[in-house]
């Protein structure tokens, strides 16, 4: 009865909303959604050993694989309300719940997430979750709404995670505030709500700039040009990497979970005014242009990835 | 570029619905909650050799994985209408897609369900799934409605797909109505939705009888007593096997995703009703009684499991 015993210890230390009828223990969750807003639903999984490394500590696995679903719902403009958790373990394992509680419901807590349910399996270490969350329709940030001449803006500082990564492929040791970024980042939900109306596009970067930047313009039936030297860089990963290779973390490193959006012209001075109000470093980095693909002059040629995305 | 194409490919396939304001290839699906109903939610996860041979069909994995889900909707007396789906599977393998879509989407365009976003990643193989259905609020069907006198009732059989199972795990070869039961099991979505106002508990039969009805017990704060002798079983199990096995298979093996509910005496003649409404056979199966547990007399006491629920 070990299954029981994990949903229970998860169960004593939800988040509580209005809005959940039925939470965990039942066949499913019974849910009531405000009326008049769309539904935003997002699913992402991570697997050890593809998505954080096989050590990591449970909490940051747990913080980890609940930011990266409320990304992708702060890239919609939606305000985050309720998740299910499937949580796959090779053993029973108590400590290591309990752990990972610790990271997914310190997170949850923040955006006020509900875990409605879910389910526990025996496996290879994995976490699926299913984030909900609400969006006014028509407000929603789509990927298809990039047109020629907007700005392209970035949130925070690119490269961070990669370089974390690129320390701990080599062995090496990982300088805290990049390894930092790549186990506990930071879903930019506050961000996200507040382009509503402002942004014409906008995507969480998981994959890279480039690759994900494509993902815009090609929804969108347009190209991008980005300035590779204006590409926000933190002052860790300055120091830990020759500008080289920083740049190419930049450019092409996944994981950093900042949002990329596109801006018409005339609304880049209230998007400027988010950075104070946000207190997020907010930067231009390029134009939507004719044609199709991302042009980054300036990266080093045989970068890795890059060659994919153009 | 894999995952994309591997999207690409189940994008292509889905069933379209109004509701379904933005589907699979943004960050987040964007969907329509109608008006004045609650949203139930569920989620389970399949893995290989654990919830299924590694044997088995693409197509028989893509049916139960969904099956599994919509049988919990069914449960809860919701009506299906979204899911998402986390695909994990060791390498990018498109003749596995085809045939996992096949069973999925076969199974999706019988109640029409949308997929409507999800993931795939690389690792063992593994299918989580998230499912959205609607329900009245206050119509629900819940675990914690049963009361001193109802009866029990059980849909269509129980047993075969632990039968099969069994004979797998002989290395036997599978009876091939009970194979059936075990890869493509019927979920009970008709039946959940008609029994809305006529039963007052409900629980789907995904891990045995007796383990699924204490379940039940445990919410509604009562005992049940089932006669043994009662259960149904199918022509297939009676000739697989001798009476006392049959027994404990019908009141102990999983997966066959039968509903079992409780019924106040005064609403029996109605659910008898479903039967030729519904085509499908309904058995009353025992009683809620006071106490605590599953008490099934008759039942060899060293019976897989038995001791476990009572």
């Known amino acids: 009865m070990a299954e029981f015993d994990l949903i229970a210890r998860i169960r004593q230390r939800v988040v509580l909303r209005d809005d959940v009828v039925l939470g965990i223990g039942d066949d499913g969750a019974l849910l009531a959604p405000p009326p008049g807003q769309l539904l935003a639903v997002t699913m992402d999984t991570l697997n050890a050993g593809v998505h954080f490394p096989p050590e990591t500590a449970p909490a940051d696995i747990g913080w980890k694989a609940l930011a990266v679903n409320l990304s992708d719902l702060a890239a919609?403009?939606?305000?985050?309300?309720?998740?299910?958790l499937s949580l796959t373990l090779p053993r029973a394992d108590t400590a290591f719940?309990?752990?990972?509680?610790?990271?997914?419901?310190a997170l949850a807590a923040q955006h006020g997430v509900a875990l409605v349910g879910g389910d526990t399996t025996r496996g290879?270490?994995?976490?699926?979750?299913?984030?909900?969350?609400?969006v006014p329709a028509g407000a929603a940030l789509r990927r298809d709404g990039a047109r020629i001449g907007d700005e392209v803006w970035i949130s925070g500082t690119l490269g961070d995670a990669a370089g974390a990564l690129r320390h701990w492929q080599a062995g090496a040791p990982m300088t805290p505030a990049l390894r930092d970024r790549l186990d506990r980042p930071t879903?930019?939900?506050?961000?996200?709500?507040?382009?509503?109306?402002?942004?014409?596009?906008?995507?969480?970067?998981?994959?890279?700039?480039?690759?994900?930047?494509?993902?815009?313009?090609?929804a969108s039936g347009v190209g991008a040009e980005i300035d590779i030297d204006a590409l926000p860089a933190s002052d860790a990963l300055r120091s830990a990497f020759d500008a080289d290779v920083r740049r190419t973390l930049q450019a092409t490193g996944g994981d950093d979970y900042e949002l990329c959006f596109t801006v018409p012209p005339a609304k880049c001075p209230?998007?400027?005014?988010?950075?104070?109000?946000l207190s997020l470093p907010l930067t231009p980095v390029g134009r939507?242009?004719?044609?199709?693909?991302?042009?980054?002059p300036g990266l080093s040629p045989g970068a890795s990835g890059y060659q994919h995305f153009v």
Chains 1, 2 share one sequence.
Do not use: K, N, Y
């Open 76 to 84: 919609m403009g939606a305000e985050p309300a309720w998740c299910t």
């Open 97 to 105: 719940v309990d752990g990972f509680c610790d990271g997914f419901l």
């Open 124 to 134: 290879p270490l994995s976490v699926s979750i299913t984030a909900h969350g609400f």
């Open 187 to 218: 879903p930019r939900v506050a961000l996200g709500q507040a382009l509503r109306g402002l942004a014409s596009a906008c995507i969480d970067i998981s994959d890279g700039l480039l690759a994900d930047l494509t993902h815009i313009c090609r």
């Open 270 to 277: 209230a998007v400027q005014a988010l950075v104070a109000q």
């Open 288 to 296: 939507i242009v004719p044609g199709t693909g991302v042009h980054c």
